[in-house]
């Protein structure tokens, strides 16, 4: 799996080394435990899948590029899913914040993290559109979902020089690294076609 990642574009070897380091399987239903580490996405449930493996390893190097130090480096996750991604984020990131709208996924991913024991994650129920705002700054935002913008919370909850990465539009998306100009703007640079399930307000309890 991590030599397919490196052979479609990823070269950071921070974020190849964290992909080897997390067990995808324990992420994944039993019933696809065989798939596990093929380089695609596979149903959690809810209408969410756990994000294909390059694609959690771009998202992490668009973010890594131009910190300084990542290892001190604050992250809100958008979207937790069964929690793979936050698991490979805390692998190379000095704290990982990730919020989940579904209440079922939620718990899902506590569980799923729990015996990892990775003390820099934490996980927080709620409607990832609003950010994490009692958290906030963060030196990053990556989303998990798509949405014809960026929501406004997420810019007024990142630090000076932070960035966001994350799918951006509607029938046609693109993985997009965004971040303020001198007069608070948002500069968007698209990275390449995705598809991404749709970014939702609100919260889903059962």
């Known amino acids: 799996m991590v030599e397919r990642v490196r052979e479609l574009g990823v070269r950071d070897p921070r974020v190849l080394g964290a992909l080897a380091a997390v ?37 992490a ?8 130090a990542p290892r001190t480096a604050r992250v809100l996750e958008i979207g937790t899913g069964g929690g793979y ?53 963060f030196d990053a935002i990556i989303a998990a979902a798509a949405g014809a913008e960026i929501p406004a919370a997420w ?19 693109h993985l997009s690294v965004l971040r303020r100009d001198s007069q608070g703007r948002w500069v968007c640079q698209q990275i390449e076609p995705v598809r991404f399930v749709p970014l939702l307000s609100g919260v889903i309890a059962a």
Request: glycine residues 10%; contains cysteine.
């Open 23 to 59: 067990p995808r399987h324990h992420f994944v239903d039993a019933a696809l435990a065989s798939r596990a580490y093929d380089d695609c996405s596979l149903p959690l449930g809810h209408g969410q899948t756990i994000s294909q493996p390059y694609i959690v390893a771009r998202s």
């Open 61 to 68: 190097e668009l973010a890594i590029s131009g910190m300084v």
């Open 85 to 137: 991604a936050a698991a490979v984020f805390a692998q190379i990131f000095g704290e990982v914040y990730s919020i989940e709208r579904v209440r079922a996924l939620h718990d899902r991913a506590r569980a799923n993290l729990r015996p990892l024991r990775l003390a820099t994650v934490r996980l927080a129920y709620g409607d990832g559109a609003d950010g994490l705002a009692s958290e906030a700054p």
């Open 155 to 173: 810019g007024e909850q990142l630090a000076p020089g932070g960035v966001v990465v994350a799918p951006v539009g509607d029938a046609q998306q």
